[in-house]
């Protein structure tokens, strides 16, 4: 098929490498100049596993795959996926969140307007349930001058790609859901994953909205959980880690997600946890247990810091370093990243802050700038240092010997703590 892709960001570059891999020819359309001319030249615009590779081989070697300014071109292709950055931010209006997806949207009904043959849209970002029905396909009609239905084709097709290991998860579905407007459109979409051994599952165009939306605010608890029963186990001298082995071995629970720590970042969970408690305000439903898993995940970051008091009392002038920047390994992505809390907290307690992350450091340097000192090594960050803590389980970290006779507070499980007691002046672990 003809595929092009609407937004080349983290979703929709990883999306078009995954459909370029399964053998289809695939545009991504983006506003972007200089993201465009990246991609065409086969250079990641951001840092993904294996990212780089692929588009060096689906770019450069196959041409299976480009990128293009030109709005027009998606009248040239069978199906558009619209993976536009869906930003969410507690401060901003309904009208500024829905921004890109309304010009992105309004862009694709023009140049729809000139196709003949039928087409379908789908929304692959993460949209609160009814947007496909009550935003896109009005401006899809309006702009377009055609019929759902009839002239074009709707679907919903929810990304659910972790970050980190994305092309993995993309070539290793777990689940295809697919909410349509009719079964038209969802044939045409299901087409394009033909050869997928993933289970299928179509449904109305709001449900596989919810679906989204439901399923990462059910991992968002699942973290908040452990976290919260993690904080009370190192009250009480249990190991958290274990009661999650031991909890994980019901199958009904899952060992999956019950890794205690400082709690869960990323572009992802927090904005489509705040976006869905948005969504029960606005219809005047309550949400206690939600709102719990928000809130606990807001102070989780602060206990690393409570911690290092606890360990050093005064953080003043304290020379503290800070390991791991991203908010999980694998990525650069420093967004809602637990460690942006933990260095605010730092610098408000006028700590001496000194970093290392080994993909992030460009991002944190355009956050923080001189307010923090900036190591190009382990090593360099820890040298010298009152307290060292850990924030992201890099594979870099995993070794206790790095840390002999320092003071170090792990909020990963990064190191093993028998092992980690022994060779550190101290060693303590945020929730165990
Ligand atoms: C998440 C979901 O896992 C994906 O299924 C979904 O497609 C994606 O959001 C999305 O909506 O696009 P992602 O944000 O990439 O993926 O990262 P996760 O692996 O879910 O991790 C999120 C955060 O939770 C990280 O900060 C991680 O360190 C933390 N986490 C994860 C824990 O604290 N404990 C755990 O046991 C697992």
Redesign the pocket.
Known sequence: MDISIVGSG??GLVTAVGLASIGHRVVCIDVDGSRVDLINRAEAPFYENGLAEALRTHVRDRGALRASLDYSEIADSDITFICVNTCSNSGQNADFRQKHIKEATKKIGQSLASKRDYHTVVTKS?VVPGTTEKIIIPLLERYSGKQVGTDFGVAVN?????????LQ?FLNMDRIIIGEYDARSGSMTQGVYNGSRAPVLRTKMRTAEMI?FA??AF??A??SF??EIGNLCKKIGVDVYEV?DGMGLDPRIGR??????????????P??LEALLRKYRETGEKAPLLSAVYNTNKSQPLRMVEVARARLGDLKGKRIGVLGLA???H?D?IR???AVEVIRQLLAQEARVVVYDPKAMPRVRELFHEQVEYEDSVAGAIAGCDCILIV??WSEFKDENLFAGKVVIDG?RALDPDKASLVCQSYDGVCW
Not at 256 to 266: H, R, T, V, Y
């Open positions: 983290y979703v993460s929810p990304e659910f790609l972790q970050e980190g290991r994305a998860s989204k399923s990462n991992l968002a699942k973290i452990i976290n999650a999956a997600f019950l890794n205690a720590g400082i709690g869960f970042g990323g572009s992802c969970l904005k489509d908010f999980k390994p990525t992505d809602n990243a637990p992201t389980e990963r």
